[in-house]
């Protein structure tokens, strides 16, 4: 069953001070963009506006930032796994260097498409609940996959332990003691999604975005919190029901891991444990907390379709968190959504695994799109 909570220990009226602005900032934001752009093939993602979901929900107004395009990856990611191998490479130089990290799909293509890009070897581990065609994704760019650990958790362990013991740099979307320089950079660059549609004119009364271990949600949160304040937009951090590690953190008062089956088609979000870096901004910054299903999530992809626009497992899981709390009018009084309210959902991918997506909606990627 789906759950909400309303975070417990937010905190609207704090200032976005300096021990924040260590993790993530406007300046690293600003920083990041300014090498993004540079990119060959760089361009901004669609803000879509969706003027008949809109309607349906009683609201103002629902975008959908359309990640499905970015660069070749179909996923946002590229603005963070790439971005922290380009300031590896700045560091350090490219010789002898190996990068590797522990991947659902999404982040292991982005850090092998970083590692192409810059000419080294890229080393990415999978789980065994990871389809094989996002593993033959990652090796289109050149990495060598290993296949290792029954999920994402057990996964990054392996990875570490690998670079350990062969002297690799790890680019992990997450962070642990010890572990936190380059979660920063990921998380920066993924800051530029924010900056991006603030750029396109929108102007959200409330963010649904995704969970996982945390890292784009602190990262579009650090950069509205820290540019606007108690009045930043409210943020709703959606997870999958059966791997929701914020949504127990904020529970408990304190970083929770969930273990078990954290299998879903929600694949991107399938953690368990929550970055210790990005939590520090969620905790106290995060207005609510949701958990949607499978069949959300499958439902809000064909839903998707019928408007002409392809959105992954994961890319929509803003929109079936939203269509849930729309079924609980307590939990949307909670969050004040109304006929004036406008929703922004972050589409973080598009059909990365376009067999997967087509077995889900019934149509191919390229007949939705038309």
Not at 46 to 57: D, N, T
Not at 87 to 106: I, P, W
């Amino acid at each position: 069953m789906p759950d909400f909570l309303l975070n417990p220990h937010l905190d609207r009226a704090r200032p976005y001070g300096p021990e924040l602005q260590a993790i993530l900032s406007l300046a690293g934001a600003r920083e990041a963009r300014a090498t993004i752009r540079e990119w060959q093939g760089y361009a901004p993602t669609p803000l879509r506006s969706m003027p008949a979901l809109a309607r349906e929900a009683g609201v103002a107004e629902i975008l959908y930032k359309d990640e499905g395009k970015r660069f070749t990856l179909r996923s946002f990611k590229a603005l963070g796994g790439a971005y922290a191998v380009d300031r590896l490479v700045a560091k350090s130089g490219r010789e002898g260097l190996t990068v590797t990290c522990a991947t659902d799909g999404n982040h292991g293509r982005a850090v092998a498409w970083g590692a192409r890009r810059a000419g080294i070897r890229a080393v990415i581990y999978v789980h065994e609940g990871v389809s094989e065609g996002r593993a033959e994704a990652i090796r289109s760019y050149g990495a060598e996959v290993v296949r290792e650990g029954f999920n994402y958790d057990a996964s990054v362990r392996a990875s570490a332990e690998a670079a350990a013991r062969n002297g690799w740099q790890i680019v992990s979307d997450t962070s642990w003691p010890g572990y936190e320089d380059v979660p920063r950079d990921v998380m920066q660059g993924y800051a530029t999604l924010a900056m991006e549609v603030e750029e396109q004119g929108g102007k959200p009364t409330h963010v649904f975005v995704q969970g996982g271990v945390g890292g784009i949600a602190a990262a579009v949160l650090s950069y509205r919190w820290e540019k606007f304040g108690s009045s930043r937009p409210k943020m709703i951090v959606v997870e999958p029901e059966n791997a929701a590690c914020l949504l127990a953190s904020a529970r408990a008062g304190t970083i929770t891991n969930v273990t078990g089956d954290l299998e879903t088609i929600i694949a991107g979000l399938a953690c368990g444990e929550p970055s210790i870096l990005a939590w520090t901004i969620l905790d106290p910054g995060a207005d609510a907390f949701l958990t949607v299903t499978d069949d959300d999530a499958a439902a809000a992809m064909r839903r998707l379709a019928e408007e002409g626009v392809v959105g992954g497992e994961s890319g929509v899981a803003g929109l079936a968190g939203f269509r849930q709390v729309c079924g609980h009018p307590e939990w949307r009084a909670a969050l004040g959504i109304d006929a004036t309210s406008r929703i922004l959902f972050y589409g973080t991918e598009g059909a990365t695994d376009p067999a997967v997506y087509t077995a889900i909606v019934g149509r191919t990627p390229e007949e939705v799109e038309g």
